[in-house]
């Protein structure tokens, strides 16, 4: 069996999901309202210790401090970790194009992109 090629995991705390690629945050979500978070501090920063994928139940009770050279968050206690859906993916920052994300679904994104 081949190396498993999962890097995307969600990180879920009382008030918000923590999508993760790897060690960076690539999405942030409101529990309640389920609308993602265009400007929270968390995006683009990477997190300065995380269990492997193998071991990720491991953070439940614990926070996620994520570092950046300007600044860093540090999360409310971890509820539970999980893995996205396929239809989560496409609406992270790393996939947003010109400064939207998650407002257009990707066929109406890429049609409007000069060809």
């Not at 439940?60 to 893995?83: A, C, M, N, Q, Y």
């Amino acid at each position: 069996m081949g190396a498993n090629r999962r890097r995307h995991r969600v990180f879920f705390t009382q008030h918000t999901e923590y999508h993760l690629r790897g060690d960076e945050c690539v999405g942030v979500r409101d529990r309640a309202s389920k609308c993602w978070q265009e400007t929270h501090a968390a995006l683009r920063l990477r997190a300065l210790k995380l269990p492997p994928l193998y071991e990720s139940a491991r953070w439940t009770g614990k926070r996620i401090h994520f570092w950046g050279s300007s600044t860093d968050v540090l999360t409310s206690p971890v509820l539970r970790v999980g893995r996205p859906t396929r239809d989560e993916i496409p609406a992270y920052v790393s996939q947003a194009r010109a400064g939207s994300i998650g407002e257009h679904p990707r066929s109406e994104l890429e049609a409007a992109l000069p060809a």
